[in-house]
């Protein structure tokens, strides 16, 4: 048995260089606790992570042990997840002197009109200024960049209903390069904190009963509660329980939080595969796998915004068993496998075999995900298919994930991955089975699309008809083939 944490009744959080102390209950997120702290410029418009009004920065771990400043939502976070952390809010940005740039070419170039938003996009956008890659993205003019290097996706998250935006951007693309002098670009150059390992009670309000957060400093410590508790929530990056706690009035009595455990962290490379710690962002996966795996490269700025891909980590999309998400469709079409760990040890399970019905997998009580296995070689042609009302930052109707490898006109391999035809994110074997020993030509692909159409069980609801859904199934395998052969 791993020796148990500190037990500690009070989290303490650097807010804008002040320490500030959090006694719970353990529900409470980040947001009420700053607004409960008197930093109100954060605001809350939708409490699901949808508009980025509560967005605030956070001081957190870069690959080379620096720190990188992180735009997140805060009315997602439990504020418990803060122990120990530094946060920046829209207050905290500007000196005793002068305003912050960010400030500055936001109010010269109208970027505000009623308000309400302008905290969350200004912190957004200063966790973009102070981005460490930005000058070189300047230099390579990428074409998600503005001239100054800044990526405006960074702001995929923020929403504004009266201003507009173009003079938002007009002030993002404004910026220059933080100066010499300037603290908070200086203190990127330092290790990141770590999380306080801590074992916090609190009062629950909602039912007048003890509320339990702890963040374990290991991971033989997690699995320990785990198999002494199997009921115990565990939270990650809290980007869908948060939207529970806030809509639904979820309640949890005990947490594990597992987001900064170092054996759930990093991306170990072999001669077999490629894996993925469980608790990495999907921000960190496409920071430092950089288009090394195409398909999560197509995969991943697709996925909701940047603000939630900031917090939401790889492991906590497979563990919620949804058949909507988007990481699933993607990862069996390349065969991925999960890391399912417990006190008991370690067992490798295929994803195509983990989903057993609407948000159950064959995850046993006592076990987490730890890593998810990508086998290699990749599939030299591979495509991600995003259906939704939205480009971005939308939940998907049909989600398709293609891998095909072809030698000398026939197909070798083809694994396709699908999410939202079923109760469960599952592979198109009968349309692989066709394409597999078939000529790689437009006549096997009109006759495999009929094949994929049949694929699944779609439903109606109030994202697509069932028909709809059908549709796109027969005409994405069309749509890949015709983007493959555009690529030659």
């Known amino acids: 048995m791993s020796a148990p944490a500190t037990q500690r009744s009070t989290a303490q959080i650097s807010v804008n260089s002040a320490v500030h102390e959090f006694d719970g209950p353990p529900h409470t997120n980040a947001l009420d606790f700053l607004r409960g702290a008197g930093l109100t410029a954060a605001k809350e418009g939708c409490a699901e992570g949808e508009c980025g009004a509560c967005a605030i920065m956070v001081a957190r771990p870069d690959a080379d042990g620096t720190t990188r400043w992180t735009s997140i939502n805060s009315c997602l976070l439990p504020a418990a997840a803060l122990d120990g952390q530094e946060v920046i809010t829209a207050e905290g940005l500007a000196d005793e002197e002068s305003v912050h740039p960010v400030q500055e070419e936001m109010a010269v170039r109208g970027g505000s009109q009623c308000g309400y938003c302008t905290p969350g996009f200004i912190c957004s956008m200063a966790a973009e200024y102070y981005r460490p890659e930005r000058a070189e993205d ?22 504004c209903r009266c201003t507009g935006y173009r003079p938002i951007r007009d002030a993002a693309y404004a910026l220059g390069q933080p100066e010499t002098g300037d603290t908070i670009a200086q203190r990127r150059q330092n290790p990141a904190p770590t999380s306080a390992s801590t074992d916090i009670h609190r009062a629950d309000t909602a039912t007048g009963e003890p509320g339990r957060y702890r963040r374990p400093a290991a991971l033989a410590e997690a699995l320990d509660i785990l198999a002494a508790e199997p009921e115990v929530l565990v939270v990650a990056g809290a980007t869908d329980w948060g939207v529970e706690v806030n809509i639904k009035g979820a309640r949890a009595k005990s947490m594990l939080a597992i987001d900064r455990l170092p054996e759930l962290r ?76 417990s006190v008991q040890g370690s067992r490798v399970v295929d994803l195509a075999d983990y989903f057993t019905g609407y948000r159950q997998t064959v995850r046993a009580a006592g076990e987490l995900i730890t890593a998810i296995r990508i086998p290699l070689p990749l599939a030299p042609m591979t495509s991600f298919q995003k259906i939704a009302k939205r480009r971005f930052d939308d939940i998907s109707s049909v989600a398709i994930g293609y891998a095909v490898s072809v030698e000398d006109g026939i197909v070798a391999k083809a694994r396709i991955g699908l999410g939202g035809v079923a109760a469960t994110p599952l592979r198109a074997r009968a349309t692989e089975a066709l394409l597999e020993g078939s000529a790689w030509s437009l006549e096997t692909v009109h006759g495999a699309a009929e094949t994929l159409a049949a694929e699944g069980t779609p439903m109606d609801d109030h994202r697509a008809s069932a028909k709809y859904r059908t549709a796109m199934l027969r005409s994405s395998l069309e749509r890949f083939y015709a983007e493959q052969e555009a690529g030659r």
């Open 266 to 341: 990093g991306i170990r490379r072999t001669e077999d595969h490629i894996e993925l710690g469980a608790a990495h962002t999907l921000s960190e996966l496409e920071r430092e796998l950089a288009g090394s795996i195409p398909l999560l490269g197509k995969l991943i700025p697709q996925f909701a915004s940047r603000l939630i891909r900031n917090a939401a980590t790889i492991g906590g999309n497979l563990g919620t068993g949804s058949p909507i998400g988007d990481t699933p469709p993607a990862l069996l079409a390349l065969d991925a496998q999960l890391v399912l760990t």
């Open 138 to 159: 300047a230099i390579a003019a990428d074409h998600h960049c503005g001239p100054n290097g800044f990526d405006i996706h960074s702001l995929s998250g923020n929403l």
